[in-house]
């Protein structure tokens, strides 16, 4: 139960502010994760599922941990969606876009949900994105990012490389950020 351990020592960060949750930078979680492609190789996802505190856990790391649901909760999370792609000898690619009433909050939750998406993994800071939270082991690699208030999460099990989840990464940026917004993009 290290995972549990690990959240559990997220700081609570309760009380950050009152912004609703298109307040600071108009970002839709759902909207982030909705124009995400198929990656090659991958199955088609299907649409963005919300998600309040109560199921960030099982959002983001596909199991329940109340300890991470009451940071997430306590840490004053105002929405979350997600998408998942699977593929053939275990591929899964999870994209977790959150918004939080603190960048701090963003930062630590995320970065903690990146540490136990990949048990025994080595700290990587893409050159693209310094500040950036990520892990990665040879078979699982795990990024936040965080842009303003909202956390850019993408968890890579199975035959993903790092490609796939910086291009991942670039597209909820754009996304979040609102500089594509022409539509659905249909490969990546």
Do not use: H
Request: glycine letters at 12%; charged letters at 20%; hydrophobic letters at 40%.
């Amino acid at each position: 139960m290290a995972l549990v351990a690990a959240v559990a020592c997220v700081p609570l960060l309760a009380g950050c502010g009152d912004l609703t949750p298109q307040a600071d930078l108009g970002t839709d979680p759902a909207f982030v994760v909705r124009v995400l492609p198929t990656r090659p190789g991958l199955d088609i996802a299907g649409p963005p599922r919300e998600v309040g505190a109560g199921g960030f856990d099982r959002a983001t790391l596909g199991v329940s941990v109340p300890a991470l649901a009451k940071s997430a909760r306590d840490g004053g999370l105002r929405a979350a969606a997600s998408r998942t792609w699977t593929g053939p000898d275990g591929a899964r690619l999870v994209a977790v876009a959150s918004l939080w009433e603190d960048n701090e909050p963003a930062r630590s939750i995320g970065g903690q949900v990146a540490s136990a998406a990949v048990p025994g993994g080595t700290p990587w800071t893409p050159a693209d994105y310094p500040g950036s939270q990520g892990y990665r082991s040879a078979d699982a690699r795990a990024l936040n990012v965080v842009s303003g208030n909202t956390s850019l999460l993408v968890i890579a099990k199975g035959p993903v490389d790092d490609d796939a989840v910086l291009r991942t990464i670039d597209l909820m940026r754009k996304a979040s950020d609102r500089a594509d917004t022409e539509g659905v993009v249909t490969s990546g």
